[in-house]
DNA sequence: CTGAAAGCGCTTACAG
DNA sequence: CTGAAAGCGCTTACAG
């Protein structure tokens, strides 16, 4: 399967009689040419039909205009929308994108740092799956590589961000709850480790108002943290028993918590999700107890999905801009690569409560 | 942000003592080096943080060992999956993959297609938005680029290609619901014109059991053959009245379509939509209108979507298996690349039909 | 405005 | 096994 036909600029200069710098030139768009030259190479092209080798002008320029993305899921509705709203000025800009997942996997996410410089992308977006050890982003900075944090940020990473105000948001969402009479409001959260000194810990000295480093937690850590201040505000204890924790990015680890939690004695009243995969565990739990919302239990979802619009009731919910979040971080990182040297920025882009039916008031 | 600490292999060699032939054939896993100097290259390749340059690689071997892929719109559920089968396979095989979206516009696939040919990509698995014309297809095939077409034909182009068997699938989803007793079936599907003489003479043909070029229809027009074929088989007319054309991919459009028909005297008993945007537009009608599933309509939904499982009642849907399909198609891609050379084959993957509560028995 | 020459960072025959 | 040299397909100073 050999390519025929494949023309390069030295066939066309010949086909047009001119050098081979002068038909890079009007080719590539870059230098002067008298309009007699640019049409001979112009007509050239076309019968050759030559299509530029990016590779070699990438060489050459030090310049690919590809953007790298490591995501953790593309398959997973927030990674998928937010790739749409990077894809979006990417092509905008005429860049490709280059795009890998690393399954909130750490070794597989420097792998795919690795495999994206080695491709020599032009800058990286990175949700990263570890907020403390991170070497291989540290040295991407060094390099002088442009790159993003979307979702999650860095201990100690310096650069350009965007990400939801996970702790105003859950607060918002769980006040809301104390605000229609709930006062046994349950919690699912990923909360994977990651050596935080553990849920029990993290606990203690959260529900102590103990200043911690909040900037740097992992979302559902962070939506926790929203939870627990809603809970000192409003002068309410936090129940240990509530704070379920499944551990991984699992709908089934999810379903099993929820499930336990709600066939124990002295059930919540209503119960605050994480995340869509948290959300879509806890549906199945519900449907499978055969639990009515709100009659039953009361519900907040964190993330907006489709069909939480059209399922009866309507579930309420906090929508984050997962488009506009994508859109962002890929301006942020054009912006880097066109030479822009503002101090590192942190987006915090405000997430939506959207009221429907899944609130009964108490 | 100039790049520091970029070694390159002449950087290497030097360090090292040797030649950058030798340099390179280490650090490439090409050709023989002795055991001694090849320590010694490794050594300088660690200390002066050498990162190969693959664009470099590429322009001298002719591979780039990426993938190529234009998709619809990454944030579809049938996209998002059957991309994260093509990752699933490109990364094992160490390849990268460049994502573009066409939004079902041929200019907007054109130019994609252009953008990754530049780039180079060692193939492409394109889900095109034109089955008839598709010129820059079979360009790509006559400069002997890997072609693998997903889910959609094109009119003469002998390429690799998955898909499901649309026809089959909705075949039997409407012989469910006949069988169930349903005599007013109503069919919610995109239909894109498409040049192909307008629904009118589709439907004249179909039902007369004109033998149609199937293979090469846009899928929501073989579903709708699908479902033609169920009614003849069973005996049964069909009413134009009850084949809905939403007329583009918008949940919207459905939505309308569905409102304007179940708000009509003698609306159906059951609704069959053929894609995954259907069913939400659907869905939303229903919502609206205030009906119930399945006391109010029956319902099947071509694509099996997260919330099915969960809703009250289950939604009975065809699943078709997205992942797989991405998975079947970059494994034959790489095939390709790989110079293998079968004759152009068609993978057709079974649906399956995923019974729960949403039929009623008349 | 135009061309000859060098060079981007690698790999690939070709001698030895 | 190893090195000098050429070359992949472009762009970029540098003269003229």
Redesign the interface.
């Known amino acids: 399967?050999?390519?025929?036909?494949?023309a390069t600029i030295a066939d066309v200069a010949r086909a047009a009689g001119v050098s081979t710098a002068t038909a890079g030139r009007v080719l590539g768009g870059y230098g002067y040419t008298s309009e007699e030259k640019k049409e001979q190479v112009f007509k050239a092209a076309q019968t050759l039909r030559y299509?530029?080798?990016?590779?070699?002008r990438?060489?050459i320029t030090g310049k690919?205009r590809?953007l790298g993305v490591v995501a953790g899921?593309?398959?997973n509705?927030f990674y998928?929308?937010a790739?749409?709203g990077i894809?979006n000025v990417a092509?905008a800009n005429?860049f490709?994108?280059?795009?890998?997942?690393s399954d909130e996997d750490q070794a597989k996410e420097i792998q795919s740092v690795?495999?994206?410089?080695?491709?020599?992308v032009d800058g990286l977006i990175v949700t990263t799956s570890d907020t403390r050890k991170a070497r291989h982003l540290h040295n991407l900075r060094?390099?002088?590589?442009?790159l993003v944090l979307l979702d999650r940020a860095v201990v100690g990473l310096m650069v350009d961000r965007v990400a939801t105000d996970n702790i105003a948001a859950a607060e918002q969402a769980v006040r809301h709850l104390i605000a229609a009479g709930h006062r046994q409001i349950g919690i699912v959260a990923e909360l994977v480790d990651e050596e935080s000194g553990g849920l029990d810990v993290f606990l203690t000295r959260a529900v102590a108002g103990d200043p911690m480093e909040s900037e740097t937690l992992y979302p559902s850590w962070q939506r926790l943290l929203g939870y627990i201040r809603a809970h000192r505000i409003e002068g309410l204890p936090v129940d240990p028993r509530l704070t379920l924790r499944a551990g991984s990015y699992s709908a089934l680890a999810a379903q099993v918590v929820v499930s336990r939690l709600m066939t124990a004695p002295h059930p919540p009243t209503a119960l605050f999700t994480t995340d869509s995969t948290m959300s879509?565990g806890t549906?199945?739990a519900?449907?499978e107890l055969n639990l009515s919302i709100p009659q039953d239990l009361s519900l907040i979802c964190f993330d907006d999905?489709?069909?939480m619009?059209?399922?009866?009731p309507?579930v309420t919910s906090i929508a984050q801009p997962h488009?506009a979040m994508g859109e962002a971080a890929a301006r942020m990182l054009l912006e880097?690569i066109r030479?822009e040297n503002y101090p590192p920025r942190t987006v915090l882009m405000p997430a939506e409560l959207i009221e429907r039916g899944s609130v009964a008031r108490l």
């Open positions: 399967m050999a390519r025929i036909n494949k299509q530029p080798n990016a590779l070699a990438s060489l690919t590809t899921d593309i398959q509705p998928a929308s790739l749409r894809s092509e005429g490709g994108l280059l795009i890998t997942n690795e495999l994206l410089a080695q491709k020599q060094a390099m002088g590589v442009p879509e549906m199945r519900l449907a999905l489709d069909w619009s059209f399922h009866r309507g488009l880097r030479g």
